[in-house]
């Protein structure tokens, strides 16, 4: 038996159900809370009280770290999954189950309990709040959703336990997953584990899916990657192609598998906006993209990780005066990570008039493309597809390029576009388009698993 993981706020029920399951499945139940206590021989309330939440977290650290491997049911405290190092102990062949309730009930539930609060604010108002804060890690930290509002622990633990023997989708929804599967594209080794993973029964009913949508998308080097990272960090998941020319079609194929995430690609990042129960603020706004979708308790939500996969490589370079060119979709998750870095920013573009609408929405300037050189920019980043197998143009000339200039280029394919190698023979600091690619998939990769990776762990699967 896969070790079953029992997450979700205080009051949802993981103690008295997680004794629940264990006994249906006759192995012993473990509450990371009580084995904090007996290590410490303290209570919560007086960790809490005398050495503070920090200490008390590093402990609950090293309680995750040090749990049994298999045969186990363990219920965890209401913020162990917001540390990403607890995630990657508590993800490791196991399964995830997240208990939700609504806030009356667990108001009712711990009314009573001598737990320290978390806030100053009154109780209810507290539960909204952690609620609301931990909403993210909670998703990242469910394989399975179970509402325990209105159900007894001993419905709530043979809920789990059915859900767990023949996984979430129906044998119909399985038979049409594979059907779209088998209409499409895909390579032979992925099409022959789909065969496995919806087959009546399934060959293994918890294993959940992945996968990249795009039209097409057969180039995507996401199944490479995330495959790897999955057998790395023992994660029971399979990523895999979406490719159809309709992103309706997928996302409901998506739903019905109950797929974990996808990540989207062209042509999809706009129209698949308004399939989501909600997108990100930061995707919803000035970007109006998405490119990641979290699936969790019934709902789709949407996010952008490119405007993060070009800030981080940039922090260093907070405020300076920098070129963006283009004014396409990368470009305006690009626009957004700069001007969010207070960077001064002119967007140049072949058509002036989408230049100019990606800047008035950005906040910032856009100028004709022959103006490059009269700005004289400490970064330009280049968001065309120029030099873009096979294409082996540059956006830029090589007189153009100086040393003190920094030169990120977006495209990754080559991995040295001829704008980084002239960047280079001029001396300049450059940025290839796998930095991006890194940081982005490794929000991803956190959005979905609540696991921070190291970019160097990801680097070793990109060629
Ligand atoms: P897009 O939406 O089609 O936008 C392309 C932009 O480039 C538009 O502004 C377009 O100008 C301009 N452009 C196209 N051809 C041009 C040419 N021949 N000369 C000058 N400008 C030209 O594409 P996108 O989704 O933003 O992708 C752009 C590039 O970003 C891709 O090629 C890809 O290599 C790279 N990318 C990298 C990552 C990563 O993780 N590193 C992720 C995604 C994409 P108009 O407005 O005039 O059409």
Known sequence: MKRIILTGYRGTGKTEIGKQLAQMNGVPFLDTDTLIEQRTGRSIPDIF??????????????VIASLPPADIV???GGGAVVDPANMEHLRKDSSLVLLIADIDTIEQRIVRSPRPPLTDLPLREEIAEMMDRRRQHYYASSDLCIDTSETTPAAAAEKIAGLLKTGVPTAAARAE?????????????????LEQILADPPADPQMRILGVAGYPCAHSRGPHLFNALFDEFHLNNFYTFFEDPDIGRIMSIARSLNVKGLSVTIPFKQDVMELLDEVD?????????VNTVVFSCGSAIGYNTDWLGVRKPLVSLKGVKAVLLGAGGVASAAAYALVDLDMDVTILNRTPEHAKLLAQRAGCRWAAWDTFDSIRPDLVVNATPLGMEPDERSPLAEEQLYPD?????????????????RAQAKGCKTITGTGMFVEQAREQFYLWFGIDLPPETLRKYIP
């Open 405 to 421: 200039l920094t030169v990120f280029d977006l495209v990754y394919t080559p991995p040295v576009t001829p704008l980084i190698e």
């Open 177 to 193: 997953g594979l059907a779209f599967f088998r209409g499409g594209r895909i390579p032979a080794p992925s099409l022959q584990r």
């Open 281 to 289: 603020e930061h995707a919803a706004q000035q970007i109006g993209a």
């Open 49 to 62: 009280h005398e050495d503070g939440e920090e200490r008390f977290r590093n402990i609950e650290r090293d």
């Open 74 to 76: 363990i219920g965890t």
